[in-house]
């Protein structure tokens, strides 16, 4: 693995145990699909998350513009696909991102509930 994918791995990991404080459930890590992958799906009561988890070491990155509208598109498109497979119609959905800079043990977390929505179709 590369130093890429384990500081994403860890960054999961750090946002997975921050959510299992608050009482929700981490349903799938590393969800993918055709279309792409949700890093982290988490559930508490009526409302399943889809989280987008994105860390890294150096500062001066501008965290929030990596995750771009088409990257919006492919996590909505493999969360619809989720929901279908597991019969998830009764559940509020939220896209959630996670930007995280620094350390495994060392870092500020971001945490963006509501970060972006489906567009509604006319």
Do not use: W
Request: hydrophobic fraction near 35%; charged fraction near 30%.
């Amino acid at each position: 693995m590369d130093k890429r994918s384990e500081l994403g791995k860890a960054g999961e990991e750090i946002v997975a145990k921050k959510l299992a404080q608050k009482g929700f459930s981490i349903l799938h890590k590393n969800y993918a699909q055709r279309y792409g992958e949700i890093d982290l799906i988490a559930s508490k009561d009526d409302l399943i998350l889809f989280i987008e988890v994105k860390m890294r070491q150096k500062s001066g990155y501008d965290l929030e513009n990596l995750i771009t509208p088409a990257k919006q598109r492919k996590i909505i498109l493999v969360a619809k696909q989720y929901m279908a497979k597991y019969d998830i119609y009764d559940k509020v959905c939220r896209f959630d991102v996670a930007l995280i800079q620094g350390t495994e043990n060392n870092y500020n977390l971001k945490y963006i509930p509501n970060a972006f929505y489906e567009p509604e179709s006319y």
